[in-house]
């Protein structure tokens, strides 16, 4: 089994800054992609950003030049650094990750218990 634990969100004010950090533990042999969703009020999850093994990067075109992801693989640990956030970037913050046990094992996707970040205006 694999275990991942999102901390770092909390309340900030407009034009803030937060770091969130996302830790992988259990049985694992090698993580593939990774990636930050939220889920605001209201709406359905979506995408912020994603990060493959080779440290390739995708974003959300809200949070483009905003928002950096990263990943420390010896440490199975993903980051989303914050910059200028806005209200709009109030949500439940879900960290996931494409896992497998074995050298040869398929991945299966994990997701975290999600942290939360609001932004006052």
């Known amino acids: 089994q694999v275990q991942l634990v999102e901390s770092g969100g909390g309340l900030v004010q407009a034009g803030g800054s937060l770091r969130l950090s996302c830790r992988a533990s259990?049985?694992?042999?090698?993580?593939?992609?990774m990636g930050w969703y939220r889920q605001p009020p209201g709406r359905q999850r979506e995408l912020v950003a994603s990060?493959?093994?080779?440290?390739?990067?995708n974003y959300a075109d809200s949070v483009k030049g905003r928002f950096t992801v990263s990943r420390d693989n010896a440490k199975n640990t993903l980051y989303l650094q914050m910059n200028s956030l806005k209200p709009e970037d109030t949500a439940v913050y879900y960290c996931?990750?494409?896992?497998?046990?074995?050298?040869?094992?398929?991945?299966?996707?994990?997701w975290g218990q999600g942290t939360q970040v609001t932004v006052s205006s």
């Open positions: 996931n990750a494409a896992v497998s046990a074995t050298i040869s094992g398929r991945y299966y996707g994990y």
């Open positions: 259990g049985t694992i042999f090698i993580i593939n992609a």
């Open positions: 990060i493959t093994s080779g440290g390739n990067t």
